[in-house]
Structure formats: structure tokens, C-alpha cells
């Protein structure tokens, strides 16, 4: 494994305002579940982006998908983006650009999901403030609390001493035996079925020890090359990694570099766009990045 990324997830991790915010929701959540288990819905959310500039800030979303907790689809569509695609990301987003064309438009898509959502909601998923953000799903009207899954799966990693976080793709094939690469890129239901399956696995009981047994699973397992680094950091001249300087090949400023920048806590007040996507390269650059190891 690469020192590096596992130092740059960290420090992602450690700089996330909104890791913390996650954090207090697990905790909040604890107390919901066992106060009142049957008020809860339980549903998982993911969102696919596509590319509408070369850098790795330039994306909007292509794709959305809920899965309940009996892992069945309430909502699964394509998304047209109201800019140019510049390319689709096919093997990050799993849709081509062609099924674009007549999707519904992002306004008609969000009115769509965020009627599945209630004041009572958890919501399941990896790097989940990025698809809560795109959906523009506010706690309190669309959800009560939040379990991020990377979270939950991270691991302190003796052989650095640090924190390892990994993918979504990482967890469900480690845990589940489900290669969500070999489905066409990364599959928005796909992802949020695989979410769900790992939160009634591992999550929902409350088993610590199992959870510790899965992590510990998750960490011993090889990971595989990432996409972004198979491409050498770019596909269709879009510049891929969002986290890794040696891999960016934009010159923008990284996520994590982004969330270092004081007066950024907020994105609903930031002036740039670039706080809106970043959550969003957040995750699907985690999902590329983090296995920078070999
Ligand atoms: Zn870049």
C-alpha cells in the first residue's frame, strides 16, 4: 500500500467538516433505533456525475438511485445535465452520454426523490454527504440521520498508524463477494443496493464485534488498481483525481485543499460552485482514489 494516499485520506477525513456531522448522527441514530425502531425508514441513496468541464471540479449528476431496506428500487433514473457533457465518465458513472439526451431534467428528478424522504428517514450510503448535497435532502424535512458507511468500515491501520477508508467498491467486495466494478462502471442502484446490504449485514444490529470482524476482513484484503490511476489520471482529457496532486492533471485546487480554506464551512453561503461539487468529486474520487495502493 501507498503511504501517501492512506496519509491524504486521512487528512481528508480529519479536515471534513461534515465527517463530523456524520458522526453525531451515528451517534443520534443510536438513540432513535432504540427509542423507536418502527418509526424509521431506512433508505439508501447514490448519484452518478458525469464530466462538464476537463477539471476534476466540473461535474453534475447523471444518475440517481433509492433503494429501501429490503434492498428493492423505489426511484431509479437518469439525469439530464443542464450543461454540456464534456464526457461521461463511462467507467466512473456507468452511463453513456447518448441515454442522456431525453432523461428527465435535474428539477423534475429532484422533486421526484425527495418526496421519498421524510422527517424520520436514516439514510445509508458511502461518503453520503455528497448525494444528500446534490439532492439538496435537508435534515429534519428529508431525513433524521445519516450512517456513512465509510465511517463505519474505517479502520486504524497499525502498519501507518492511521485511519484507512475505502470504497464503496472495496467493502461490498471484501463483505459481500460483489464486484460492483464488473457491473458497468459504478452503477448508481447497484451502489445503493450494495450500501443497503452492508448496513443490514453489518451495521444494523449493532454487533460490534462482527463490525470489527469486517473491518479487520477489509483491511487484510488486496485492493485493485483504480480506475483513476489505470487511466493515468485523465479519460477524455478530464482531469480525474480530485485528491491526488500527482494524478490531477488540471492544476485546480484538491478537495481536500478546498476544505482547508477557512470560511468554506458552509457551502450554501460559499460563492463558488466549486464547494457544491466538491462533496460529490469527494466521493466519487474516493471511490477512485482510495485504492491509490497497489
Ligand atoms: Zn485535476
New binding site residues.
Given amino acids: 500500500m501507498d503511504k501517501t494516499s492512506a496519509t491524504v485520506d486521512s487528512t481528508l477525513k480529519s479536515n471534513d467538516v461534515e465527517v463530523k456531522t456524520r458522526t453525531q448522527n451515528s451517534e443520534k441514530l443510536q438513540d432513535n433505533v432504540s427509542n423507536s425502531n418502527q418509526s424509521i425508514q431506512v433508505l439508501s441513496i447514490d448519484v452518478g456525475c458525469i464530466a462538464t468541464g476537463y477539471?476534476?471540479l466540473d461535474r453534475a449528476p447523471c444518475s440517481v438511485a433509492i433503494v429501501n431496506d429490503r434492498c428493492e428500487i423505489l426511484f431509479d433514473s437518469l439525469i439530464k445535465p443542464d450543461k454540456p457533457v464534456v464526457s461521461d465518465l463511462f467507467p466512473f458513472s456507468g452511463v453513456h452520454k447518448v441515454d442522456l439526451q431525453h432523461a428527465p431534467s435535474f428539477d423534475e428528478v429532484i422533486q421526484k426523490v425527495n418526496s421519498f424522504f421524510t422527517p424520520t428517514t436514516l439514510i445509508v450510503g458511502q461518503s453520503i454527504m455528497s448525494d444528500i448535497n446534490w439532492m439538496k435532502l435537508e435534515e429534519g424535512a428529508h431525513y433524521n440521520a445519516l450512517i456513512d458507511l465509510g465511517d463505519e468500515f474505517t479502520t486504524f491501520d497499525p502498519k501507518y498508524s492511521n485511519n484507512k477508508y475505502f470504497s464503496l467498491a472495496h467493502e461490498a467486495y471484501v463483505l459481500l463477494k460483489i464486484d460492483l466494478s464488473a457491473m458497468g462502471g459504478h452503477v448508481a442502484r447497484n451502489d445503493a443496493k450494495a450500501s443497503i446490504k452492508l448496513y443490514n449485514e453489518y451495521i444494523k444490529d449493532n454487533d460490534q464485534s462482527k463490525l470489527e470482524q469486517a473491518r479487520q476482513a477489509r483491511l487484510r484484503a488486496p485492493t485493485k488498481i483504480p480506475p483513476f490511476r489505470r487511466f493515468n489520471g485523465v479519460y477524455e482529457k478530464v482531469?480525474l483525481?480530485?485528491f491526488n496532486r500527482g494524478y490531477?492533471?488540471?492544476?485546480?485546487s484538491l478537495v481536500n485543499e478546498l476544505h482547508k480554506r477557512p470560511n468554506q464551512k458552509r457551502r450554501q453561503n460559499s460563492n463558488d460552485q466549486k464547494e457544491e461539487l466538491s462533496p460529490s468529486m469527494n466521493k466519487k474520487m474516493k471511490v477512485i482514489n482510495e485504492k491509490n495502493e497497489s
Fill in positions: 477539471s476534476h482531469s483525481s480530485a490531477c492533471r488540471c492544476g485546480q
